[in-house]
């Protein structure tokens, strides 16, 4: 599957963004069990996870600094993901990527995810 993030900009603090992810070439739901995740990544930093969804299940997992700010969806029909970003704060700038990863378990860990998209920048001033 091909996986392509929109929607990043250039935002103030307390300001939100919707993120997007498109699949190509594959639909989520032609995997029985089938996450799909946010993750960030700041300059001279690791890639951070931020949110997840199980899509058989619609079970949604996200990182303690997501909770009560961001929230995952996703659309069967138009094969998207959306992460919509609310409360924005000048450390949530980065490049956020959509993921996926076929398995049984939610995990956070970049390194199970074994599709990326290209990414989408955002930057929340101050």
């Known amino acids: 599957v091909q996986l392509q993030a929109s929607g990043g900009g250039l935002v103030q603090a307390g300001g939100s963004l919707r993120l997007s992810c498109a699949a190509s070439?594959?639909?989520?739901?032609?995997?029985?069990?089938?996450?799909i995740a946010w993750f960030h990544q700041a300059p001279g930093q690791e890639r951070e996870f931020v949110a997840a969804?199980?899509?058989?299940?619609?079970?949604?997992y996200y990182a303690d600094s997501a909770k009560g700010r961001f929230t995952i969806s996703g659309d069967s029909a138009k094969n998207m993901v959306y992460l919509q970003m609310n409360s924005l704060g000048p450390e949530d700038t980065a490049v956020y990527y959509c993921a996926t990863r076929g398995g049984n378990y939610h995990t956070s860990q970049a390194g199970a995810y074994d599709s990326w998209g290209q990414g989408t920048q955002v930057t929340v001033s101050s």
């Open positions: 070439g594959r639909t989520f739901s032609s995997f029985s069990r089938y996450f």
């Open positions: 969804i199980s899509w058989s299940g619609g079970r949604t």
